[in-house]
Every structure is written in C-alpha cells, then in structure tokens.
C-alpha cells in the first residue's frame, strides 16, 4: 500500500523505510514525468541531484530510471551535490525541470524528494499540488514505468556530470576571489557532514587564506547532530573548537547546503537574523548596490530599518522559498531570506545558497578587514539591538487542533513585559508589540513541530516572551 504522499513548505518529505521508500519515490517520479509532459517541459529534459543521507544516491537512480521510461532525456549527478548547485544546474541546462533528493535539515531518519521547475527555484504550490493530486490515480492504474539504469545510460537517455567546476565558477564570479584568498582569514568550515563537504576548500585554497574543515565527510547518521541544521545547538563542537582561538571566522551549511550558519570570532553562534542583516547591511552599505528586499515573516525588523535608512523597499511573504522565490522575481529584489538561515541573491538562482552567503561573509570581512563581531557592532550602530531566538516543540497530530484553539482564544495584554499592540495569521499566529518587537506561533511545514519565534530589544525579553507563547499554546519543552 502506497503512502498519502503530501508535499510540505518544500518537497515531500518522510522516514526511509517507512513511507520514503523506493515504491512511493517512483510514484511521485512518474507524477512529475507526467506534469513535465503535460507543461511542455519534457522535452528539455530534467536534471536530478541527491544529498548524502541513506540511499540518496539510490534513490536518485530510481527518479533517473522512470524519467528516462517516461522518453526524458535525464542528467544525473555523478556524486552528492548542494541543493543550491542543483537548481543552478537546472537554469544553466535550461532543463524542463530537476529533482534534488533531500530531507534538507531534518534528522537522519528522514529523506525527501524537491521539485525544482525551469527557473531553477523551490516549486510553488500549484506544481506540487498538481503533482501530488495525481499520484493516487496513477498509483491505482499501476502506470508507474521504469528503465533499468544501465539500459538507460547506454541507450542515452541518462547523462551523469560533475556539476563542480561550473557551479563553483559561477559562485567565484559574485566575490573578488583573488582577494579572499589573499586575505590572511583563518577559516572554519562545517559542512555537518553534508553535501556542502570540500566545495569551500575547493574555492579558497591557493592563497594565504588557511582553512579547516570539520565534519567533512560522509556520515548518514549525522553523529552528534540532533539534525544537521546549523543553528547553535548544533554546532557546539564547532563553537568550542572557534572559542579555543586562531579562527576568524565560522561558516556551516546545512545537509543540502542551501542553509547557512555564522560563528563569530569568539566562537559565539550569530543568529540567522543578525546574519541576514548583516547580509543586507553589506549589499547596501559596502557594495553600494540598491533594490527591493524580500523577507519572511519569521526575518528580523533590522531588515525594515535597513531598507528605511537606504530607500528600499521590503516584502514580506509567508515561510518558505516558494514564497520569497516568487516574489523575489516578480520584485527582481536584491536580497531574499527567511529565518531557518536560507538567502538569496540576484543574478543567482532565486533559492537559497549556504555556500554563496558564506562567500559573500568572507568578502565583506576582507573589504572591511573587520570580524564578524565588528561587523555585527557596526550594523548594531545603524539599527539598534535586536534579539532572537526559536524554540520547537514537538507535537503529536492529534494534538494540533487543540493546540490551535488555544492560541486563537488567548488575547495576552502584554508579552514579555510589551504592550499587544495587534494579531494576524499571514503564516501562524503572529502578536504584533509595542516597538515594532514580535511573537510568532506556527506550525512546521514539514515535521511535528510547534515553533515559537520571538524578536526583541533583550535578550532576557526573548525568554520570557518564549516561555509566555508555550503557555499561550498550551505546551511545553
């Protein structure tokens, strides 16, 4: 018996062996061959990619052997590559469309299936819920077809290539390489034994820039990771090992490489909303350039201030690439970027990139010559101080209606010790306070997760306001 296959913020995504498996894999391969067809996108082909979590690699054959069943001329990597390296790939092919086989940031137990269409971005809502819907009608006629993968490859109908040297060439081209390299940085690099592991190196060696990397090799487990999500909880052997001295700097990416982490000089964790800032702040101050910023509604107001002191205009989306993609190539933004650490760059794919926004980190400290904390300083000059943190709960289903009618029916005056100046429900349910400062309970996308954001003027705000929305859920750690 098949899976109810439901697509998520983005991609389907479920536990190997469970319903991720290679029956249920090339159900939703032949539903996508079937949309490439009816779009007029087959016969460009597809291209299709895998991370280096459990039978990724074997599961992104299984994908290559009905699309090529299907008559679709396939390119399949030759080994584990970024996300952000795939959907380049995609635009850079001028494929119908590609596939990255992925859980992303999730833990071990989990893999995943991303629908990438022709501009190379996450998938919006009327592709995957085409796909999706389709799946039950062709899982009962047993329409399902498939080439095994050698007839495939000598018949000509799947490609493998090393997608390395053309990704990274087109990454070189954003940043004055020559000078990162010449810099004298002392860089850390966690790839969390990801697919992001040798692609930095790889970039930077050659110069007087030195560099190590931890957890660059190959480990499905994730040892030591709760997920390999770059967020301070997962991070601390790198925190540690940056505390310790002679780095300058710490870059992480997360399993796909499409999510990044920064670790400053004293080897304390820069939250993804100072990093994003910070980001901003360097587009607009240090390169001087100019245009529309996009940002979740999870992403920090420092962004809003950014783009009042430099005349930009700022959008707001709900979470997920889907959404920030898209506006973000109507708006031809400058800058995109949500919360769980993922941004994006004009004149680059309009997804994520973990590696492009570690590039771009290390050429704003070798125009400065400033370190991350210097940089933070000074951005904290211009808008003023800014706290966040997150917390996940993890649910049950069963328990989510409940949890639902909790929060729609308590109305706090304050949180935090801030007046309740407002509520919506753009994505979750978000109390607007006093100053501009937010609370913000939403359901993941993509896991059994209750996540409780919060942004405040201090740090101890940002606690009590944590603490405040679980009781205002009805929940607990």
Known sequence: MTANIKFGTDGWRAVIAEDFTFENVRLVAQSMAE????????????????DTRFLSGSFAGAVAEVMAANGIQTTLTSTFVPTPALSWAVRDRGAGGGVMLTASHNPARWNGFKVKPHYGGSAPAEVTSAI???????????????????????EGLVERVDLRGGYLKALSAFVDLEAIQAAGLNVLIDPMYGSAQGWLPRLLQGGATAFREVHGERNPSFPGLRAPEPIAPNLRES?????????????????????????????????????FALLVYYFLEVRGERGPIVRSVTMTRMVDRLGELYDCPVHETPVG????????????????????????????????DGL???????????????????????LYERVGPHEYDRVDVTIRPAERE????????????????????????????????????????????????????????????????LVQGQEIAGVAL
């Not at 949309?35 to 291209?47: C, D, F, I, Y």
């Not at 920064?262 to 939250?271: A, H, K, N, P, S």
């Not at 570690?358 to 000074?378: N, Q, V, W």
């Open 402 to 465: 409940a949890i639902e009618a909790n929060v729609q029916a308590n109305e706090p005056d304050t949180i935090a010790g801030l007046k309740v100046v407002g509520r919506d429900e753009v994505d979750g349910y978000r109390f607007h306070l006093e100053g501009g400062w937010w609370l913000l309970l939403r359901f993941s996308g993509t896991e059994p997760l209750l996540r409780i954001y919060a942004e405040m003027p201090d740090a101890n705000q940002v606690q009590d306001a």
């Open 35 to 50: 949309w490439l067809t009816r779009e007029k996108q087959a016969s460009k082909g597809v291209v299709i990619g895998y």
């Open 239 to 275: 925190m540690a090992i940056m505390e310790d001295g002679g780095f300058d700097v710490g870059l992480a990416m997360d399993g796909d490489a499409d999510r990044f982490g920064l670790i400053d000089e004293r080897g304390r964790f820069v939250t993804q909303l100072q990093t």
């Open 321 to 352: 690439f889907k959404h920030l993609g898209a506006r973000m190539m109507e708006a031809n933004a400058l800058i995109a970027g949500e919360e769980s650490g993922g941004s994006a760059f004009r004149g680059h794919i309009p997804e994520r």
């Open 132 to 154: 999706e819907n389709a799946i039950p009608a062709i899982a009962s006629s047993g329409r399902v077809v498939s080439t095994p993968l050698g007839e495939a490859e000598a």
């Open 356 to 378: 492009l926004a570690g590039l771009f980190i290390l050429d704003f400290m070798t125009r400065t010559g400033k370190k991350p904390s210097e940089l933070l300083a000074d």
